[in-house]
């Protein structure tokens, strides 16, 4: 799935993240959602910048991962301002700079749009193998819609114990209510 990834130029990362991005937006579950924490995309990810700068305009208020290297994991902070707050964080992601840090508790969020390498039906993810993204998704309460390309979306995704499995995925070409049944 990395070398998948890897293997997307630029246009196709646009085209397809504007695809992504427009069943994102019909979806009452995101449309209706007062709080937001979403992922500042990285590399070839599911390009969420635009989005977050619209959600912003909209008046949304939009969290975004800020890592905590005392307790080393992220926290949710609030994000005013897309060009002004985001700086390269430790892990080359952006991230609120030190002075733009406003945490916000996780269950005040509604809605949670999550990255990942690949996902199946049953809503669960794989990540990139820190857990970061699921120490922060463990006791929300939000609906968590996870953003992917339709090759990211396999039969089966191994899982261990700690993973949170997630309501929605959102593709270009589809929106899958992921399926609650044991596997």
């Known amino acids: 799935m990395c070398a998948t990834l890897a293997s997307l130029t ?4 646009h085209i397809r993240s504007m695809s992504v991005c427009r069943h994102l937006g019909a979806m009452h579950e995101l449309t209706s959602a007062e709080w ?3 992922f500042v995309s990285f590399g070839t990810e599911v390009h969420t910048h635009e989005l977050l700068r619209s959600l912003l305009a909209e008046g949304r208020h939009v969290c975004v991962p800020s890592f905590n290297s005392v307790g080393q994991r992220y926290i949710c902070s609030e994000l005013k301002h897309f060009d002004w707050d985001l700086r390269e964080g430790v892990l080359g992601i952006l991230e609120p700079r030190h002075d733009a840090i406003r945490p916000v508790h996780a269950d005040k969020l509604d809605a949670w749009l999550v990255p990942g390498l690949a996902f199946d039906e049953h809503g669960n993810r794989l990540g990139r193998g820190m857990g970061y993204f699921d120490r922060l998704l463990c006791g929300a309460r939000g609906v968590k819609i996870g953003l992917a390309y339709d090759f990211q979306l396999v039969n089966r995704v191994p899982t261990e114990p700690h993973d949170v499995r997630l ?4 593709t270009e070409t589809k929106v899958v209510h992921c399926k609650r049944t044991d596997q």
Do not use: H, K, T
């Not at 309501?167 to 959102?170: E, L, N, T």
């Open 10 to 13: 630029p246009g196709e990362v």
């Open 167 to 170: 309501d929605f995925i959102v």
């Open 36 to 38: 937001l924490m979403a």
